[in-house]
Each structure stands twice: as structure tokens, then as C-alpha cells.
């Protein structure tokens, strides 16, 4: 994953916001991936990069990957903004989405995922006019029983330190708090496939490629 710029980048946050996105929607494709915790996305986000080949980029997994990179400035932040089942500011973000983004572009990638993110309103705007403007949402509606059941199992696994019941909980709350809005709002703009992931991965994975044939097929197919 490539390292945020520089000590001076990292002095200058929070930016302002660009005049022209970083990539324009008619050079790359992006399709953001929002669904509560344990809803599928990676899951599914998997099929699509199997099937279409999609760069599939988790803003949580770049997240956790910055925060144990020997010399991270945000190591601690991030650890701590996790644990707590809060949003790491949205600064930090959007820097390792784009310098992710712009690694894989420059090795020939145009179709990207962009999983769990953005997870707030603000997000939502300033990656649009900031990163790119996104094609559609992919989003996982999945109820919280499902999902706390999926992450429990998870957890006696997984070791992450979000994966134990306050942490969930925790998460919940901010995703129907703050991440339902960001959905609500591309929704009345006609830019959403809402797909029920409490179904089996096969019967999930079908409604998505439905979905994507309806909004997507002819830029996949590319």
C-alpha cells in the first residue's frame, strides 16, 4: 500500500477541497460498497473482482494496514478511533483511498470498489469532488441480528479488536447514525442497487450481478 506523501502533507491536514477531482469518472469507474458491519461486502466484493475484474479497495483493511506501518503518524489515531467504533477522520481517508487508487491506475486498473466508504455525508461530497465522481452505490441491507451473529463468529477467529460485542454495538449505531443518510442520498438521486444480503452468498451474489447488469453492463463489459 503505498505511504501517505510526507510529513508535510500530513501537516496541511485537513485540506481544502480540489477544484477538479484527481480522476475523471470517464477514464475510471467507481462504485462505492456501503452495507452495516458483517453485511457481505467483502464477501461479495470478491465475486466482482473474480468475475469483471474490479480492484477491490477496503478503506477499513487500509485503515488497519496504516496502523501498524512502522512509522505511521496516524498509527495511534486510527487504533484508537477503531476500537471505539468511530469514523477515523475523513482527511486520512480519502489520502490512502486516492495514493491506493493512483497505484493501481498506474498499472493499467480503471474499475474500482470502494468498500466501506464513504461512510458520512461530508465524506460522500468531498470524494466526489475531490477523488471521482462515483458511478452508483452497491448497497448490502442486511438486519443487525443477521450481522451481529456473522461478526461473533467472525471474531473467535479473526482477532481483529472491533470483533467483540461493544465494539459492534458500537458500530451499529454509527452506521445507522451516519452512514444511512450517505445512502438515503444517493438513493434520491437514482444512484443505488439495494440488494438483501440476509440471504446466502450464492442468492446475494445473483442479485448483485443483476443489479450490475442494469446499471453497469455496458461499462464492465469494457
Known sequence: MPAIES???HARLPQPPKDVPAFSPSAIS?????GGPGAGKGTQCANLVRDYGFQHLSAGDLLRAEQERP???FGELIKGYIKDGKIVPMEVTLVLLENAMRDRIEKGSSKFLIDGFPRKMDQALRFESDVCPSHFTLFFDCPEDVMLQRLLNRGKTSGRADDNLESIRKRFRTFVETSMPVVDYFEKEG?????DAA????EVYRAVKDGFKDRFQQRVGQ
Not at 467507481?30 to 456501503?34: C, D, G, I
Not at 444512484?191 to 440488494?195: F, L, S
Request: net charge negative; hydrophobic share 40%; no cysteine.
Open 71 to 73: 512509522g505511521s503518524e
Open 7 to 9: 510529513p508535510e502533507d
Open 191 to 195: 444512484r443505488v442497487v439495494r440488494i
Open 30 to 34: 467507481v462504485v462505492f460498497v456501503l
Open 199 to 202: 440471504k446466502s452468498p450464492d
